[in-house]
């Protein structure tokens, strides 16, 4: 039996429905409960509640191929693969409303560590439409909905009417009417999204929806999405061509930047219609078949990365979360907001507890309250060894996509746009050797910023400060060696303008870009005008994958020397001395030539193994600087600085041990962290 992925679009009119769009909003409120909408939605209520729509089908058998994702997501960066698990189901229906699903065949994949076990439901797929009473998780995560189209639901929603769009098929010319639905009392468990019904037949074309927050059961439950597609087959039967449902996660209690996310898309085919099916065959549990992955009963044409990759990109989410702002628009304002008023407030685990040399040892603690459009989150911390305290008071407005963001605060940053370490790593290195990779500053800032989505995976942030910096001396001592001294970095006080362009690359994908413009004006103590641009991007050569980045930036003669630029060492030029070359401007270019081996997997407890391999990848990189900065201890860079070295990801990819060396001086830098792209939240 073949396991490749089925190309749902083969079916005539599938393809054609994933473009439709939401029904417009219209103005007025009474387009809630119209005479028409009512009828519509009695009709198909009628057409469902039969037994046998269509007298002539009494039995199929239909292959389901699917893939079931787990992924986490960290602050705004696209979500990252964590397991991945493919499946090929056989599924069997007989009138009246009787459905068995079979697992031939599974195999899975590990990227990150992880213990999770699926709810046996997620690993087939909608049958019957759910039936009267919607259940998911096997009744842990969603259980007893009642469904829009059943009895019950006649009293329990209310239903608009929105687009009519013809739909041009092989055998058929269809019209299909959008129809709005949500609960009309949001403190009960209900479905909000819309049914796209056959105005001829009545017949659900398509349901996109998720649910009101008193139908989870799960406290950790954000929400869950789903979309269930249907295609005219034999000019006759609409039926299932292609399911996604997405189920997220978060920490009620914390108001902390993770999410877990459950992925399932599926698509069905090869139907044969009215076979003869033996009663026996539909006994027992309704999903049976293989329990564990397994390879037994089937083959598998690809590897797995390459069919997860091809057949279910993990962030091609953009349709989800389209489907979502349009489910939020459906029930109207505030309905579906599933967050504590009040939760503990954190960007990154070591906002709790971290050690550098000019704070010492320093602990801190935030909080968020607000769960709707606006949030407040002040938050504390103190300084052991200087003595210093810090925090802030941020207050957020959420509305369409878009954030504005008022803060005051007072923090220790460091200088670089480019950070050489983890905050995590950071902390255990300049406590127990003395190695703190960072330069830092005291900065007192109030600030507006306003940031708005400009297409695809791109956003624009606009800001105006007042910024007052100064400078912090070495405090503390390590449990080892000795610090070195922290330059003066302290400015006086300044009126800044800030504006960024920002693209996001989808991650876990073999050909994307990231890119960001930044221009940034300032007037106070002196003045000064900087710009900063860095682009990577990655593509396929031939077994390994590319990966480029460019980095530059320059100020003018003013520019104070916490806005300049420092190239050397980790982060930057490993091999050169940290931070030695710097000034007004710089460039950093770098190439990766990035290798996946497979291997068996080490054994890590019950919880995880190892991963079934380890990336390689040889690079080369230089970089510029230039332009003397008055008080700055970096300093030109008499020419260009080239590198080469190699970098080794292991442990699911998980930790990087790079090490590389100048090819002008021919010394050696070795280091060890965390990959770069989970800096942010460690």
């Keep these: 039996m073949p396991c490749r992925g089925l190309k749902w679009r083969r079916w005539a009119g599938a393809a054609l429905i994933v473009g439709l769009q939401g029904p417009r909003l219209l103005a007025a ?43 986490a997501q960290l602050g705004a960066e696209p979500p990252r693969l964590v397991k991945a698990d493919q499946l090929a189901v056989e599924v069997y229906w007989r009138s009246p409303g009787q459905s068995k699903q079979i697992i031939r065949a599974w195999r899975d994949g590990r990227w990150l560590p992880t213990d999770i076990r699926y709810h046996r439901d997620h690993l087939g797929i909608v049958t019957n439409d759910f039936g009267p009473r919607i259940i998911i998780g096997e009744g842990d995560e969603v259980r007893d909905v009642p469904h829009p189209l059943s009895a019950e639901g006649r009293q329990r929603y209310d239903f608009a009417l929105g687009e009519s769009v013809t739909l041009a098929m092989e055998q058929a010319r269809v019209t299909v009417r959008a129809l709005e639905v949500r609960p009309r009392d949001s403190s009960l468990p209900g479905v909000v999204g819309t049914l796209y019904v056959d105005t001829t037949t009545a017949a659900v074309v398509r349901f996109r929806f998720g649910f009101t927050p008193a139908s989870y059961l799960d406290a950790q439950l954000a929400d869950i999405t789903v979309e269930l597609e249907n295609a005219l087959l034999e000019a006759r039967w609409w039926l299932p061509v292609r399911q996604v449902i997405e189920i997220r996660r978060r920490v009620s209690w914390l108001d902390f930047p993770a999410t877990s996310i459950i992925r399932g898309r599926w698509e069905i085919g090869d139907y044969e219609f009215n076979p003869a099916l033996p009663p026996r065959l539909f006994a027992g549990p309704a999903i049976g078949g293989l329990r564990h992955p397994a390879d037994s009963g089937g083959t598998w044409d690809r590897p797995l990365a390459d069919e997860v990759l091809s057949e279910a990109p993990p962030v091609g989410e953009d349709d989800l979360s389209r489907l979502r702002g349009e489910v939020a628009r459906v029930a109207g304002r505030g309905m579906m907001e599933r967050v504590r008023p009040t939760r503990l407030g954190l960007d990154g685990i070591s906002d709790l507890i971290h050690v550098n040399r000019v704070e010492g040892l320093t602990a801190g603690l935030g909080v968020s309250f607000g769960s709707g459009a606006w949030r407040l989150k002040p938050r504390a911390g103190y300084a052991t060894d200087a003595d210093l305290l810090t925090g802030g008071l941020r207050l957020e407005h959420h509305w369409g996509g878009s954030i504005t963001t008022l803060e005051g605060s007072r ?31 005291r900065l007192d800032r109030v600030s507006l910023e306003h940031q708005f989505p400009a297409g695809r995976r791109a956003s624009v942030t606009t800001a105006v400060a007042y910024e007052r910096s100064a400078s912090l001396a070495t405090a503390a001592v390590p449990a080892r060696n000795e610090y070195r001294p922290n330059p003066a970095l302290g400015a006086g006080s300044f009126g800044v303008l800030r504006l960024s362009l920002r693209r996001v690359a989808a991650a876990d994908v073999r050909r994307d870009w990231n890119g960001e413009l930044a221009l940034e004006g300032a007037t106070g103590d002196a003045s000064y005008a ?80 190892s991963g079934r391999g380890m990336a390689v990848a040889p690079f080369v990189a230089a970089g510029w600087a230039g332009g003397d900065v008055t008080g700055a201890p970096w300093q030109p ?37 965390f990959r770069p792209d989970w800096w942010p939240v460690l």
């Design 411 to 441: 923090s220790v940053v460091d200088f670089s746009d480019l950070p050489a370490a983890s905050r995590l790593v950071n902390s255990f290195s300049a406590q127990e050797w003395g190695d703190d990779f960072g330069d830092y500053l």
């Design 637 to 673: 860079s008499a020419g260009v600085r080239p590198v080469a070295g190699v970098a080794v990801d292991f442990l699911m990819q998980l930790l990087r041990v790079e090490a590389g060396v100048s090819l002008r001086s021919g010394e050696v830098g070795v280091s060890f962290d």
């Design 29 to 71: 409120q009474e387009r809630w409960n119209s005479p028409e909408a009512l009828a519509l939605a009695e009709r198909a209520r009628d057409r469902r509640l039969v037994d046998r729509p269509d007298t002539g089908l009494e039995a199929y058998h239909a292959q389901a191929s699917g893939f079931v994702l787990f992924l």
């Design 530 to 609: 900087r710009v900063r641009l860095s682009l990577s991007g990655r593509v396929p050569a031939g077994p390994g994958v590319l990966v480029g980045s460019l980095y530059g930036g320059a100020g003018t003669a003013s520019l104070p020397a916490w806005r300049s630029f420092a190239l050397g060492g980790r982060g930057t030029l490993p091999g050169e001395d940290f931070r030695t070359w710097g000034g007004r401007t710089a460039a950093l270019a770098r190439v990766d030539w990035r290798f996946t081996f497979a291997g068996p997997p080490l054994p890590l407890g019950v919880w995880a193994e």
